[in-house]
Each structure stands twice: as structure tokens, then as C-alpha cells.
């Protein structure tokens, strides 16, 4: 059952950062930054160790593997480690490896690996999509690429599937077109795709106004439920509060804190207790 929510009310309610929260993040930040200054010695001397042991079992382990058709494979996501785990597999397939990532990232650590042969940066696709795509497809033909494999974001996924079309012509591109990859990233109507392929599906509701959670009788269900935003959310993405909760004070200062509204709608759906499973 995935479907909208009526409104009763489109009164809006938004929580500033207070001051508060602005010094502790702060004192967070100054700590975290202490710490590391602290432990740089360290971490100098594990570096140094790592660095000379990869030297050294570079010296006794055989080359990577020799292929016939050895292909030149471009993967975005350079800071990522599922970016380099990646690169590692195709180095050791025998494949020339390029490495990429935006500009922001520029000295990742990922670039001085022995798998990676080029290394480049790029502009942030969310701010500048045809300076991205236009860079991807310079990249693609300078370095006679054969095979495209985006390891990006959440926010990065659209701009590969944009950039497919560009790309195509020139090397296969491993990774979906922009209606698949809106519907995937869309919670809800990833949601209501699955129920239309007759999987079991938790009960799931479109928010685009707190109002709607506020007026919705929790009294005949039976499970929980949780909001996740629809955009992701890297700060509340995580954030699993079930509800109703204690009291309706509670639900309603919990709902009226997310920032909800009809251009960041929200999904309030059943939560399924269980192991949970993550693969990439």
C-alpha cells in the first residue's frame, strides 16, 4: 500500500540551528581537529611502514595478469574505497585503470595507488552538469577509454545517467538511464514500483506537509512507522525515530523539526524489524 497522504492544514514549521548547537558543533570541530594534531606522528609512522612493505611485496609478487583484450576502464568516485577495491580488480585483471574524481578532492589518497595509471578531477555534476559531462567526455576520448564504471554518490547517480547518453558512442557506460536511476533513488516511487511488480511491500505514504503525519491515526496499526527523506539526507538519513511515539508532544516536535515540504517530500513507511542487508 504506498499512497499520498491528504492535507488538513498547510501550516509549516521550521526548527533553526540554534546557538547552542552552533558552539558545540564548533568545540567539535576545534577537539576533532586537536586529536588528529595529536596522533600525526603516528599515523606519519604507519604510513611510512605501509609505504615500505608495499614496496617490498611489490618485489616478490608476481605482475598483474596479462590479457589479450586489455581494456581501459574509467571509474568515478576516486575518494571512495569501493572506487579503489574496484580499481585493485581490474589492475589485477590485467586492465589499465583511470581514476577520477571533482576537483574538491583532488589530493584523495586513492590517486597514488599502484592500480590507478591516470588520475583527473572533474566539476561537481550537481552545480555544473555540462561542465561535467563535457569533462567526462574529454576524458573518455583523450584516454580511449572502453568501459565507464560511475562509483558516485547518491546526489551523483542523475548526472551519470545524464552524461550516459554522451558517452555511449564512444565506450559502453555501466550504469542506467535517468528514468531508472530517478525512480531507484526516489523511495517512494521505488516503493510503489516494487508493489506494482507484486512484491510485499511495507505500507508507505508521500509527506509533503507535517500536518499529514499529525492527522494520521496510528491507532489501527499494528508496526511502527518511520520518515525518511525522500532527497537524500546525509545528516537524518540515518535517523530511525518510530512513530507515533510516546506521547503526541513528542510526535509532533519530532515531525515539526524535519523539513518537510512539497519540494522535499518524505515517505513515512511501515518499519520491518529484521537483519538488515547493504550491498553496493
Known sequence: MAQSLPLSSTREATSPISLVAQVKALFQNLGTLTILLLVLPI??????????WSRLTRLVHPPSAVVKNRKNILISGGKMTKALQLARSFHAAGHRVILIETHKYWLCGHRFSGAISRFYTTPTPQYNPEAYIQALLDIVKKENIDVYV???????????????????????????????????????????????????????????????????????????????????????????????CDTPEETAAFVRSLPISPEKPWIMQEFIPGKEFCTH
Not at 599515523?43 to 615500505?52: D, E, M, P, R
Not at 562509483?151 to 551519470?160: A, F, K, W
Open 43 to 52: 599515523n606519519a609512522a604507519i604510513v611510512l611502514v605501509s609505504l615500505f
Open 150 to 244: 560511475p562509483v558516485t554518490s547518491p546526489v551523483g547517480s542523475y548526472y551519470d545517467s545524464l552524461a550516459k547518453p554522451a558517452l555511449s558512442p564512444y565506450c559502453e557506460v555501466f550504469h542506467f538511464d535517468a528514468d531508472v536511476t530517478q525512480m531507484l533513488d526516489d523511495k517512494f516511487a521505488f516503493s510503489e514500483k516494487a508493489r506494482a511488480l507484486g512484491l510485499s511491500v511495507p505500507k508507505s505514504f508521500k509527506i509533503t506537509n507535517p500536518e499529514q503525519v499529525l492527522n494520521f491515526d496510528f491507532s489501527g496499526e499494528t508496526r511502527k512507522y518511520i520518515l525518511k527523506s525522500i532527497p537524500y539526507d546525509s545528516v537524518r538519513r540515518l535517523d530511525l525515530t518510530k512513530l507515533p
